[in-house]
């Protein structure tokens, strides 16, 4: 009935917590989890492979010779995947303990109310973890423009591990966009609200679920380059909100990356991407600028 | 899938009379009472009645796609009726839900295990209902209905909640009180008031160690249409 379907790499630890969490869902449905690894070391590989016996899940795991990167990860998950319904958490980050009863709960209403689900996903709320700081609750707005949302990034994020939604939905989209190693939900996500699909929040303002973000190891370059690629494949809906709201999005791709690079101890970067984020939409930038300052 | 039909007594099973913890208390294991989500909390989600309306809406298509997402082979949903022992209608109603619902469901296999929750003195699960027979017309159909005379019932947990004790004992006095108080020149101003009313003093005099049930009703019935008076209307003492 329900598929979850994990990427893991290089982090069985971070898997074993992730399995647990599904464990601990208070929705009792059929459940499969399918974990496929994408090339970890071996010793890495043998620890996943001693968690996955250990669980008491359900499991399916699939292992990829070499590292392939998430996308193509994500794309053999999903051919895997044969349940009705499908929810995906990557290793590493957690779901409360009602998170799929909730969505599910939503589902419900959405077929009470004439929906047709393979035309929506159900996100949610969560809890936002930088490593090293407060726990920060993020909600995900699902009233206005979608699209525009997504593009902006603030009200609504695209996160796959916050969806439940059916397996065909997810099919309609057609795969992820092997060429972008990063980003590929915010991608993912662009093709669904464009090809017609609209995402559900369940109506709960409590997080379902926790995501433990990092910066540390990711390349800034990489990442806007993926912006890049996106806004390029997406050009005419992005165009769709004039040249102001183009600009905008530029800059704020510049701000992320930015941020990848200062994390990153790459302070010449970062400067790079503010410089361009000057460039792109001055006013936008100084107006970050002057938050950054106030925020110290 | 297995699905569990509670069918029973309106003054028992309504959502304001027993809690789905409470009903849990004489289901088996597996039991959970099936929530309909797309009800508020306090409409009560549990009221399973409100499937039987199903003109021209999507209640059931919901319902069975709840069941069949919800049910695995360890959850068996439970699905309660309060009157559908009370009239033929409503037991015939129950019998079209099925019907209906087969079709959301798919070609899987539906056993109805049929469960009569009635209380006697204290006593546990009886025997199967005389409408039973209206669920017969289904034998034919991809639902598998099992053969209701001959289902083993399983007995009830001793430990009976105590409100569905009061409520039963309440139910089967209500017309004896009725006669005090028209008596006393009254009558009640609905018999839910009235029922909630036994039912409270039951569950009060059990609390302090009596036992009603084993009383004479007679006499205890007069002095609880006394105090209702009382308490009420001002007109007694």
Avoid at chain 1, 2 to 9: E, N, R
Avoid at chain 1, 45 to 62: C, D, G, P, R, T
Avoid at chain 2, 43 to 49: I, K, L, M, T
Avoid at chain 2, 139 to 159: F, G, H, K, W
Wanted: glycine share 6%; net charge positive.
């Amino acid at each position: 009935m329900l598929d979850v379907l994990i990427p893991h790499y290089n982090d069985a630890a971070a898997l074993d917590m992730t399995l647990q969490s599904i464990e601990a869902q208070s929705w009792k449905g059929k459940l499969r989890a399918i974990v496929m690894d994408d090339g970890s070391d071996k010793e890495e590989l043998a620890h996943a492979e001693k968690v996955i016996l250990n669980s008491a899940l359900k499991i399916e795991f699939m292992k990829s010779p070499e590292n392939r990167g998430r996308p193509v990860t994500r794309n053999k998950l999903l051919a895997a995947a044969d349940a009705r319904f499908i929810a995906w958490l990557d290793a590493g980050d957690v779901w409360y303990k009602h998170k799929l009863q909730d969505q599910f709960n939503t589902i419900y209403q959405c077929v009470y109310a004439g929906e047709d689900l393979n035309r929506i996903w159900v996100t949610c709320n969560y809890d936002w973890q930088w490593m090293g700081r407060k726990r920060r609750k993020v909600t995900q707005t699902t009233s206005g423009d979608q699209l525009k949302n997504l593009f902006v990034g603030d009200r609504l994020r695209a996160y796959l591990w916050t969806l439940l939604g059916t397996r065909e939905s997810f099919n309609l989209v057609g795969g992820f966009d092997e060429r972008l190693p990063r980003l590929q939900d915010l991608d993912y996500f662009i093709s669904f609200v464009r090809g017609g699909g609209r995402l559900v929040n369940t109506g709960q303002s409590e997080p379902l679920c926790c995501y433990f973000k990092s910066d540390v190891g990711r390349n800034a370059q990489e990442i806007r380059d993926c912006y890049d690629t996106i806004f390029n494949k997406h050009g005419p809906a992005l165009g769709r909100y004039g040249h102001g709201f183009r600009r905008r999005s530029h800059a704020k791709a510049d701000f992320v990356a930015a941020r990848f690079a200062e994390n990153n101890k790459r302070p010449l970067m970062a400067l790079k991407f503010w410089l361009q984020a000057f460039g792109s939409d001055p006013r936008y930038a100084l107006y970050r600028t002057k938050t950054s300052l106030q925020k110290g | 899938m297995e699905l569990i039909l509670v069918i029973g007594d309106s003054s028992l099973l309504l959502p304001r009379y027993i809690t789905i913890p409470e009903l849990h208390e004489f289901l088996p294991e597996q039991a959970v009472v099936f929530e309909m989500p797309w009800y508020s909390r306090t409409a009560g989600r549990y009221y399973h009645e409100r499937l039987l309306e199903f003109e021209a809406d999507r209640r059931l298509e919901a319902a069975s796609l709840a069941l069949e997402v919800e049910s695995s082979g360890d959850h068996w949903p439970v699905l309660i009726f309060p009157s559908a022992l009370d009239s033929q209608v409503m037991a015939e109603r129950v019998a079209a839900m099925l019907r209906q619902m087969k079709t959301h469901l798919g070609s899987r296999r539906l056993t109805v295990h049929p469960y009569r929750v009635t209380m006697t003195d204290m006593a546990a699960i009886t025997e199967p209902p005389a409408h039973f027979a209206v669920f017969q017309t289904l034998r034919n159909e991809e639902i598998v209905i099992s053969d209701l005379s001959s289902i083993r019932l399983t007995p009830a947990s001793p430990n009976i909640p105590g409100s569905m004790a009061a409520n039963q004992w309440a139910s089967g006095n209500l017309s004896s009180f009725c006669k005090h108080l028209e008596r006393r020149g009254l009558s009640p101003e609905s018999h839910d008031r009235a029922i909630s009313l036994l039912a409270e003093r039951h569950a009060f005099m059990s609390k302090s160690g009596m036992r009603p049930s084993m009383m004479n009703p007679d006499k205890l019935l007069e002095s609880l249409a006394d105090i209702y008076v009382n308490k009420f209307c001002g007109l007694s003492g």
